[in-house]
């Protein structure tokens, strides 16, 4: 996943991802913006143990820069490679000083110039010392001058002029076209300088993690593609403090499964995020439920490739026959937790600069989706499903697939079913496993699909392009126009960053106009975990040193 913008997940209602998942169920206080992580400095941390989560799917591809990897891919990325910045839980940036030791920026002549440090020992597992070489080849894989390099962003990457050796190897200079209002979101994870090639880039990863390729306090011990289980162990060739663990573990489970697993002491951790799955293990001794403001948005993706969906009025129809303040309701019952209808996936209602770019747009209107329908041919008919008034054997049948055995995720599908019932539309519904999660999005195997974007940054504005812009790898929805692109390439243009947001802001009230995607909510974060584990839990934007994850003393 590429790190610094949206990235794809499933709607999971119980399973954590990349280290930050969370409940609410103890009825303790909760405030918007807040974080619980349990966090604890080293010497807090005994030596030893292991850590066991589940993850909805070990993505098939593990290079999280490629367009294919997915918030499940960052999870795992995160544990072996190189992670060279760090966010407090409100989205603060500091640099890793394990891998830099001093980073500047600065404008010069109307552009920016970000010059980074690199610290003497960093070096990657098969002995290539991490240089300005793996920044010039992250910025090579990235920019989208070699469009067979299928980046999953090219934002900012995009924006770059150069980048060159400093005063030695370990130094690399970037040098912006003009300023970029957002640098602390490029270059937080690197390429290796050996993928070379589009072929290295976009399958050397398929299936496989390239341990040797990574750098960090943990390497690969053992993948079971069979069994969806990645083991990672302490990297022997590691140059700073050593991981507190002796194992980090993910396992691949469907929801209730995980569930199961944490009652039975087999994980350490599990996402609660209904009131279902808080019920099973709110009673149980030793263990907290953490919980936080959530950076990820659940929304309902259309697929403008259906022909039905082709139609704009027939995109709008069924989007304004879809009450979201139901749908919420259904999805937060019993966590005794209530948000505003979200109206942006650039930013967060917690974040300054927010604004609902959704409600002038797009509201809950069933008598004019019924109009739509009418002025584009769809006639009622007798069993309540429109048919194409000049082919009547065409019925308006529209495909939802829901992933696993989650029996919210299921609430929420039938609930969706029977308002579009009411308009005419006919939503079918099928299940797959949560392991199908890629091949049902990659693939577009779906009309329609309630998914989520999932931000590891703070900085949701610098990646518009990432969400609207017609040949973007994460619209997945295929909507866009050459004119709506160029439109985001002038907002990206913009030096100040707060003129940035208002006007990204603006032209996502545009793009919503597609009809191509509607937020459904953002709720909060919510884990369950055994007592004691510290430095993990519902952190908002937190990213930290994975070695100083544990067990506190």
């Known amino acids: 996943m590429r790190f610094a913008r949206a990235v794809i997940a499933a709607i999971a209602l119980s399973t954590a991802v990349a280290g930050c998942g969370v409940d609410l169920s103890t009825g303790s206080s909760f405030e918007p913006g807040q974080a619980q992580i349990n966090e604890q400095p080293r010497e807090n941390v005994r030596e030893g143990g292991s850590l066991t989560t589940a993850l909805t799917e070990v993505t098939p591809q593990w290079n999280s820069h490629q367009a294919d990897g997915t918030a499940y891919t960052l999870a795992l990325w995160r544990w072996y490679n190189p992670v060279l910045a760090y966010f407090s839980p409100d989205g603060e940036y500091s640099f890793n000083r394990d891998y830099l030791t001093d980073v500047k920026k600065a404008v010069v002549d109307g552009r920016t110039v970000v010059t980074y440090t690199i610290e003497p020992r960093a070096t990657y597992n098969d002995g290539t010392p991490i240089d300005w070489r793996a920044f010039a080849n992250t910025w090579r894989v990235n920019s989208g001058v070699d469009v067979r390099y299928t980046a999953s962003s090219t934002d900012g990457y995009d924006q770059i002029e150069s980048v060159t050796r400093g005063v030695d190897d370990k130094q690399a200079v970037v040098r912006f076209r003009g300023i970029w209002a957002w640098p602390d979101g490029l270059f937080n994870t690197l390429q290796h300088p050996k993928i070379v090639t589009p072929d290295d880039f976009n399958r050397s990863y398929v299936q496989n993690p390239r341990a040797d390729l990574g750098a960090g306090p943990y390497t690969v011990e053992s993948y079971d593609r069979n069994a969806g289980t ?251 126009s050459p004119e709506l692109d160029a439109k985001i390439r002038r907002v990206q243009q913009i030096a100040d960053p707060d003129e940035q947001i208002r006007a990204g802001n603006d032209v996502e009230t545009d793009a919503f106009k597609q009809y191509s995607n509607l937020p459904l909510f953002n709720g909060p974060t919510m884990v369950a975990v055994k007592r004691g584990l510290a430095n993990y839990g519902a952190g908002m934007f937190y990213v930290g040193p994975v070695e100083d994850i544990g067990w506190q003393k």
């Not at 995020?273 to 293990?281: E, F, H, I, P, W």
């Not at 099928?430 to 703070?458: A, H, I």
């Open 230 to 480: 990645v083991v990672f162990r302490r990297n022997p060739k590691w140059w700073g403090e050593p991981g507190k663990l002796d194992r980090r573990v993910f396992r691949q489970l469907e929801p209730q499964a995980s569930i199961n697993a944490f009652r039975n002491g087999e994980l350490d951790a599990t996402g609660v995020g209904s009131k279902d799955y808080r019920a099973q293990v709110v009673t149980m001794n030793g263990i907290d439920v953490r919980l936080s403001s959530s950076p990820a948005n659940s929304l309902l993706v259309v697929n403008l490739a259906t022909p039905a969906l082709r139609d704009i009025r027939v995109r709008e129809a069924l989007l304004r026959g879809i009450d979201r303040e139901t749908l919420a309701r259904i999805r937060f019952t019993g966590l005794g937790y209530t948000e505003e209808l979200p109206g942006s996936f650039l930013l967060f209602p917690f974040q300054p600069g927010y604004r609902d770019n959704v409600g002038s747009t797009i509201t809950y209107d069933q008598e004019r989706a019924r109009r739509l329908l009418d002025d584009a041919g769809w006639v009622a008919d007798g069993d309540g499903v429109r048919r194409q008034r000049d082919h009547p054997g065409q019925k308006l049948t529209l495909h939802l697939p829901i992933l696993g055995d989650d029996a919210m995720g299921t609430n929420l599908a039938r609930a969706m079913q029977a308002m579009l019932r009411q308009i005419g539309i006919d939503l079918a519904i099928s299940v797959r496993p949560t392991s199908d999660f890629s091949k049902v999005v990659l693939g577009k195997e779906f009309d329609v699909f309630m998914m989520g974007f999932q931000s590891s940054d703070p900085f949701g504005t610098a990646y518009l392009c990432q969400i609207w812009c017609s040949n973007s790898q994460l619209n997945r929805s295929g909507a866009g």
